[in-house]
């Protein structure tokens, strides 16, 4: 498994913006799908934004397409997740998810929960209307 650290998150007003950082300790950063989830309290987990570290391939759930920008610096192992023009749908919390892979897997594989064994302690995003 790989050692995930989340930063950033906090408050914001609707139509504001945050940034999530996620710093992998691995020596494998560059063959990883990593992705973004988020939880709201009573719902399920749910997959936001993927990123395959081997060619920048990249997705995005409908509800944040145009909003959010997921991006990597394989320099620093960093994965980040900038939320522009948020909204209160957007509250919860957040979670940085990688899973080593040779290839980008396309479809919906980087939005299901149960393909990734590695997860950060999740970070808390709250937006106010």
């Known amino acids: 498994q790989v050692q995930l650290v989340e930063s950033g998150g906090g408050s914001a007003q609707a139509g504001g913006s945050l940034r999530l950082s996620c710093v992998a300790d691995t020596d494998r950063f560059r063959r990883m799908c990593m992705a973004w989830f988020r939880q709201a309290p009573g719902k399920q987990r749910e997959g936001v934004a993927a990123?395959?570290?081997?060619?920048?391939?990249?997705d995005y759930v409908a509800s944040v397409k145009g909003r959010f920008i997921i991006s990597q610096d394989s320099s620093k192992n960093t994965l980040s997740l900038q939320m522009n023009s948020l909204i209160a749908e957007d509250t919860g919390t957040y979670f940085c998810?990688?899973?080593?892979?040779?290839?980008?897997?396309?479809?919906?594989?980087?939005?299901?929960?149960?393909?990734?064994?590695?997860w950060g302690q999740g970070t808390q995003v709250t937006v106010s209307s």
């Open positions: 990123l395959y570290t081997g060619d920048d391939a990249t």
């Open positions: 998810a990688a899973e080593p892979c040779r290839s980008w897997p396309g479809g919906r594989w980087s939005f299901r929960p149960t393909n990734f064994h590695s």
